[in-house]
Every structure is written in C-alpha cells, then in structure tokens.
C-alpha cells in the first residue's frame, strides 16, 4: 500500500520568495513520484516526475524536487515564486510511471504581492 | 494532439436524481482512469480500465457507481442515485499503457443539492 502526505494544507509566501511545498510518501515497493499542479477550474498538469536515475528533477516553470530516500521525501522547490504560481499543488505517488497514482491532499499556494 | 475530453463540465443534480459523465481519451491511449476529487482532497482513483476490461475498481461504491468502456475508447461514469455526499470534481484521465504517464481531462463538477 502507498500512501502520500503534504504538510501543510496552505502554504503563502511572498512574490520573490522561495517556495518550498513539502511531501513525505510511504510504499512498500520503490516508487515513482510525481507533482501536479492545478489551477482554478482547470485538470491536473504535471509538473514534473522522479521514475530512476538523479534524484534532482526539473520540471516546468522553474519548478525542481528532490527525491531523499533516507527520508521518504519529495520536496517541492522554486527560487523565487511569482504571482502565476498561486495554484493548488499535489504530489503524488505510484508503482511505475503512471499507473494507479495515490494522492496527496494537496497544498494550496498564495502568492503575495 | 487532442487532451482529454470530458463533458459536462459542470452538473447541478438534487439528491437521489441519476448522473452520466463521459470522457474521451486521448486518441490510442488503451489505459483510462476515473478519479473523484472532492473539495480540499486530492484526487482517488474510482476505475481503470484497460481497453474495454476493468482493472481495478476496487474503490469504487458499486451500490450506486457504475462505469462502462464498451468499445474501448469513450467511456462513461454513472452516479445512481446521487447523494450529497457524492458532490465533487469527477477527472478521467488516459495514457498509452499501463506503466505509461497518465494525462487528465479538465474534470466534470458536480453539485448534489
């Protein structure tokens, strides 16, 4: 069983600064992991996705993650956030590469003027 | 390249009225997903498919879900009889193949009064 949890329901920083948007997952198997984003009345769009290999990954938007398996961790970052980037966010686990994903409850990022 | 097509994009039903959802994948894409959203929780999954078969739908609340890909490409989500606590955004989402990344639809919201 998989499971995803993000700290944090809502996360608000200033335009400019970093955001960091937490998650922590638990599988029994080595997982894949992924960060969606969601914006008002809208689908999910990925952000980017951890399969195999570096444990640093870029997505889109100047979004990175880092997968720390010592931690069962996969951290959201971006160096300076902009008003665009206020969305809902969910991170996400799974098996392999799409199957059957297990969400988190997603954190809902505000950014300030 | 065509996304993922759902319609309606918004229902308004009262309480014990029946509800039909489609989706239309994306063109070849054998694997479809349903997933329930309700506000404030990420999204679980209700149903995959592969092709016209069912590969899990072991979420689903077979007492009053139902959900069909006949031919294999569109495929339609049934609430009978709704419930309030049925009221939430209903996302299909499709990919290539089992392991292969899933693309969501836009999401139908439904509204049970």
């Known amino acids: 069983a998989q499971s995803v949890t993000q700290l944090g329901s809502h996360v608000s920083v200033s335009e400019g600064a970093l955001v960091l948007l937490r998650c922590n997952y638990s599988s029994s198997v080595p997982p894949y992991l992924f960060w969606y984003v969601q914006y008002p009345n809208q689908g999910l769009q990925l952000l980017l996705k951890y399969t195999t290999g570096a444990t640093l990954v870029k997505g889109i938007n100047g979004f990175e993650a880092e997968f720390k398996k010592s931690e069962t961790s996969f951290h959201l970052t971006k160096p300076s956030a902009h008003m665009s980037d206020a969305a809902e966010y969910f991170c996400a686990v799974s098996v392999n590469a799409g199957n059957m994903l297990t969400f988190g409850g997603g954190t809902r990022l505000m950014v300030k003027p | 390249e065509a996304g993922v097509a759902q319609s309606p994009r918004y229902k308004i039903i009262e309480k014990r009225q029946s509800v039909a959802f489609w989706c239309n994948p994306i063109?070849?894409?054998?694997?479809l997903y349903w997933y329930q959203q309700i506000l404030g929780q990420g999204p679980k999954l209700l149903i995959q498919?592969?092709?016209?078969?069912?590969?899990?739908d072991s979420q689903l609340p077979k007492d009053r879900f139902s959900a069909e890909r006949l031919k294999g490409v569109d495929s339609t989500l049934k609430i009978q009889p709704a419930k309030l606590e049925d009221s939430a955004v209903y996302l299909c989402?499709?990919?290539?193949?089992?392991?292969?990344?899933?693309?969501f639809g836009q999401g139908t919201r439904l509204t049970v009064v």
């Open positions: 989402a499709s990919s290539p193949g089992q392991g292969k990344l899933a693309f």
């Open positions: 063109s070849g894409h054998a694997t």
């Open positions: 498919f592969q092709n016209n078969g069912v590969v899990d």
